[in-house]
Each structure stands twice: as C-alpha cells, then as structure tokens.
C-alpha cells in the first residue's frame, strides 16, 4: 500500500517534532548532568553491593553500563543527526524563498523605473533625454541567467585564492551583472 505525500507528512511532522524535542532536551548542559549522576550513581550502587556481599547487578568494568552508554550514544548521534538534516531542509527552503523573493522585488524595481521613464517622456513639461542607466535599469533579470551565473560563480574555483590576492567582490560581479542588467564601469557597484 502507498501512502500519499499528504498521509507521509502527517505521519512525519509529529514523528520529526518528537526527534526535535529530544534534541533540545539532549542539547542542555542539564542532560550532561544527569547523566552523570546517573552514571556515578549505577556504579556506587553496583560498588555497595559489592561491599554488602550481596551479587551487583553490573561487575566492574560495568560492561552493562558500557553497553548502555554506548547505545545512548548511537540514538544521541541519530537524533542530532535527523535534527542537522530537516534544518538543512529548512535553510535551503528560506533561501529559495529569499532568492525568490530578491527576483520579486527587482522585477518590481524594474517596472517602477519603467514606468517612471514614461511618464517622463510623457510629461511636456520635463526635458526629454536619453536616460541610458535608467533604460538597463527598467529591464528585470531573467531568473534563468540569475541561477546560471550564480551556479558558475560557485563552481569556478576563485583565482589567486592560492596566493591570496583574490579582489575583494570579484567572484560576486557576474552575478551583479547578470541582476542588475550592468555593463561597462557599473559592474564594481
């Protein structure tokens, strides 16, 4: 039987907010501490028992307390785990949202110049003249050459990284030029 993706996520959301609340209470300096006490704690009793004549429940080395922190700390390195890999999910998530977001507001940026631009030509009263930085400036960025230059700029390896004379900006300039429609001196800004 398949689940739908529905069924999954209602399945997993409370499933992923138990393994997040383990991970915060795991997270504390009080876990540390009770854990040591719990620790300190098995051995004097098993070390009593020993000193009463009686049979302790784990001998020394406390074997069983090796087993037991050993699997405590299997489920400790899963749940941080599970918990590092829906935060990744989720920073990737925001910054999609904020990419998308970023492009939104261009867009809008754009044809607010845009339309400024006309009215300008439209209005008898302003001088009309050839706005060239206004012109690159109304145009919003293609999505497509935004994600190429930004996925060329993170797969070429930056050069003199080596040496240390990287300049300053210069891995983000492609990116600029591609956004913002620059060209010629206007790429440094």
Not at 65 to 76: D, E, S
Request: overall charge negative; proline content about 6%; charged content about 20%.
């Amino acid at each position: 039987m398949r689940l739908s993706l529905t069924a999954l996520a209602a399945v997993l959301l409370p499933l992923q907010k138990i393994v997040d609340r383990l991970t915060a209470r795991v997270g504390r300096p009080e876990f540390i501490g009770v854990m040591t006490l719990i620790v300190f704690a098995w051995m004097a009793f098993n070390v009593v028992l020993m000193f009463l004549g009686r049979q302790p429940l784990d001998e020394p080395p406390f074997s069983w307390l090796q087993g037991a922190v050993g699997l405590a700390a299997l489920y400790m390195t899963a749940l941080i785990l599970t918990t590092q890999r829906r935060e990744d999910q989720l920073a990737s998530h925001r910054e999609q949202l904020t990419l998308e977001l970023a492009i939104l507001s261009e867009q809008k940026a754009a044809k607010i110049i845009e339309l400024m631009e006309e009215l300008r030509r439209d209005d008898p009263t302003i001088r009309n003249r050839v706005d060239q930085e206004a012109a690159a400036m109304s145009m919003p960025a293609d999505p497509q050459a935004v994600l190429d230059a930004i996925k060329d700029t993170h797969e070429e390896p930056m050069s003199g990284d080596v040496e240390g004379t990287t300049q300053p900006g210069s891995s983000i300039a492609p990116c600029r030029s591609v956004v913002f429609g620059l060209s010629g001196s206007m790429q440094g800004y």
